[in-house]
């Protein structure tokens, strides 16, 4: 069974996210499904079709996000500044300039802003180090050297 690792804040965006589809988004599919069956011949009916697409991805998503929700590990700011732990967020050092990455769940990652997976190489390669560590990391660029300078 897999974990998926989520801020409070991101759950309650996803749960939110599931009320939303299981109200007001399937009331709007059924009611175009409504719509569409009173035009006469289903099997020509592109806007019924449509509808039907439409209510089939709907569902699937609200399988997949209830199946998730189900699976959740809340990541709550790490109080361990010793070593680095999803929730941590760590300052580096590479080729002399410093940088800072939060270590995040695959779901809420995005790089550009500084929040990397628990699963990404780097993020693995930082995850219980300690500060002062050298890690060697493989990149699609090639092996990249961080010094971890401290852990908050």
Do not use: C, W
């Not at 569902?59 to 941590?88: F, R």
């Not at 939060?102 to 699963?119: A, D, F, H, M, W």
């Amino acid at each position: 069974m897999n974990q998926f690792y989520l801020t409070q804040e991101k759950l309650d965006e996803l749960k939110a996210e599931v009320e939303y589809l299981k109200t007001e988004k399937r009331m709007e599919i059924a009611e175009r499904l409504k719509r569409a069956k009173e035009l006469g011949d289903l099997s020509e009916n592109s806007e019924y079709q449509e509808a039907r697409e439409e209510q089939n991805q709907v569902e699937t998503k609200i399988g997949e996000l209830e199946s998730m929700l189900k699976q959740v590990v809340i990541i709550h700011k790490s109080t361990n500044h010793d070593t680095v732990q999803i929730g941590s967020t760590v300052h580096v050092k590479k080729n002399g300039k410093v940088s800072k990455f939060t270590i995040v769940g695959s779901n809420e990652s995005r790089p550009e802003q500084g929040l990397i997976s628990n699963e990404s190489p780097l993020g693995r390669s930082f995850l219980n180090k300690k500060s002062g560590e050298m890690i060697n990391v493989d990149t699609p660029a090639g092996k990249m050297k961080y010094e971890i300078v401290s852990i908050e």
